[in-house]
C-alpha cells in the first residue's frame, strides 16, 4: 500500500474512532475530493464565499507561510511538513510544524506543532501543540495545548489545557479555566463558565448562568 493511502486510512480510523457518522464531515473545493477513505471522512460541501483550490498534493513541505511546495491554494492528502511554519488549505492525513502550522480549509486527522494550530474546521482530528489550539468552526476529535484551546462554533470531544474555550460543547474539558456557551458535558478546573451547560461543572468557582444554581463552589449539577 502507497504511504499515502496508509495517512489517508489512519485519518479514516480516526474519524470512525472519535466522532460519530453524523458529525464527520468535511469542506472540499473545486471539482472533487481526494480519494475517499469512509463515506464518514470525505464528503462535498462547498463553500461559496471562497474560491476553488488549486488541487490536491500526497505532500506538501513549507518553510514560512507564502515559501511552500506547492502554493499555499493547494490541499494535502497524506503528509505535510512546515519547517517553522506553513499555510496550506486542507489537510487528510499528517500535518507536522516546527513552530505552527495554518490550515484556511479543515483537517481530518493528526497535527503537532512546537508553538501552534490554525483551522478552519475539524470533521475529526487530533490537536497537539505547546502554546495554543486555534479552530474558528467546528471541531470534532482531542485538541491538547501547553496554554490554550479554542473553538469558535461548535466542540465534540475533549479539549485539555490551562484555558479551554468553546462555542458550544459536547464532550470534556479540563483546565485551570474552561467556558462554553452552550451544550452537555463536563468541565474540571478552577474555574468552569457556561451560559447553559447540561451537565457537571467540578472547580473552585462553577457558573452556569441559565441553570437553576446558577454559581456554586466545588461541584454543580445541571440537567
Not at 112 to 129: C, D, F, K, V, Y
Not at 137 to 159: H, K, L, P, S, V
Request: with cysteine; hydrophobic share 45%; charged share 15%.
Amino acid at each position: 500500500m502507497k504511504p499515502t493511502r496508509v495517512l489517508i486510512a489512519l485519518a479514516g480510523a480516526l474519524a470512525a474512532a472519535v466522532c460519530p457518522a453524523s458529525e464527520v464531515r468535511t469542506r472540499t473545493y473545486g471539482e472533487a475530493p481526494p480519494a475517499a477513505v469512509d463515506a464518514r471522512v470525505v464528503t462535498r460541501e462547498v463553500a461559496e464565499d471562497s474560491p476553488p483550490g488549486a488541487g490536491t498534493t500526497p505532500f506538501a513541505f513549507s518553510i514560512v507561510p507564502g515559501v511552500s511546495l506547492p502554493p499555499e491554494d493547494w490541499s494535502v492528502a497524506g503528509l505535510r511538513i512546515d519547517l517553522f511554519a506553513g499555510r496550506h488549505r486542507d489537510v487528510w492525513g499528517i500535518d507536522i510544524g516546527g513552530l505552527g502550522n495554518e490550515l484556511t480549509g479543515s483537517l481530518t486527522g493528526l497535527q503537532g506543532a512546537g508553538l501552534w494550530n490554525r483551522i478552519g474546521e475539524a470533521p475529526a482530528a487530533i490537536q497537539s501543540a505547546g502554546i495554543a489550539n486555534l479552530c474558528e468552526r467546528d471541531f470534532c476529535g482531542i485538541q491538547t495545548a501547553g496554554i490554550c484551546n479554542w473553538t469558535g462554533e461548535e466542540f465534540t470531544g475533549i479539549q485539555a489545557g490551562l484555558l479551554n474555550r468553546a462555542g458550544g460543547l459536547t464532550g470534556l474539558q479540563a483546565g485551570l479555566w474552561n467556558a462554553a456557551d452552550h451544550g452537555a458535558g463536563l468541565q474540571i478546573g478552577l474555574v468552569n463558565t457556561a451560559r447553559a451547560l447540561s451537565g457537571v461543572q467540578i472547580g473552585l468557582a462553577n457558573i452556569n448562568a441559565e441553570s437553576p444554581l446558577r454559581f456554586f463552589p466545588v461541584v454543580n449539577m445541571a440537567f
